[in-house]
């Protein structure tokens, strides 16, 4: 089925349909998944995506993935935020964490940067959750494209993802 919002509409995308049905599965919320949103532009920026959405940079839960000693990582992490990388290794007990270059991304999740989705990847991720986006009622996320973003919240990020609520910056 395509998904629609604001008269525009696309094919449906694999990846959508990847992030809609994990998402069913891991509990979410029924309501907010039905507001899964494909947006005109392509948001692969947290300011971009807050600007397109009308909401503060910081409900952005940016799904960014880092090399953990070769092993992906997933961190979600609030939009107002940079991942401390030296922090991050050292709480999951990792020597070195850096960013992940494209190939590695899509290798992990089967999506490409800029719209990387909490969920619906070829398998489960390692995830810790930014426990800033605690501070939202709703937070943002991608829907596995640079178009699409669905809403959520802290606490359904870290069931859906089966993550761990970190201070990650």
Not at 74 to 82: E, I, Q
Not at 99 to 109: G, I
Request: hydrophobic share 50%; charged share 20%.
């Amino acid at each position: 089925m395509p998904w629609s919002d604001a008269g525009v509409s696309t094919a449906t995308h694999r990846n959508i349909d990847l992030v809609v049905a994990a998402l069913t599965a891991g509990g979410a919320d029924p309501s907010r998944v039905a507001r899964m949103r494909v947006l005109p532009d392509a948001v692969t920026t947290a300011a971009a995506a807050a600007a397109a959405l009308g909401v503060e940079v910081g409900q952005i839960a940016n799904s960014l993935v880092f090399d953990a000693d070769g092993e992906p990582l997933l961190v979600l992490t609030s939009g107002a935020h940079r991942v401390d990388t030296a922090k991050v290794a050292q709480l999951i007990g990792v020597q070195r964490v850096r960013r992940a270059s494209p190939d590695f991304v899509r290798a992990a999740t089967g999506q490409t940067i800029g719209g990387v989705a909490p969920v619906g990847h070829p398998r489960p991720l390692r995830t810790l959750v930014d426990r800033a986006l605690e501070a939202y009622d709703e937070v943002w996320a991608a829907g596995g494209v640079a178009h699409a973003v669905f809403p959520s919240t802290c606490s359904e990020l870290v069931k859906v993802t089966g993550g761990e609520l970190a201070d990650v910056a």
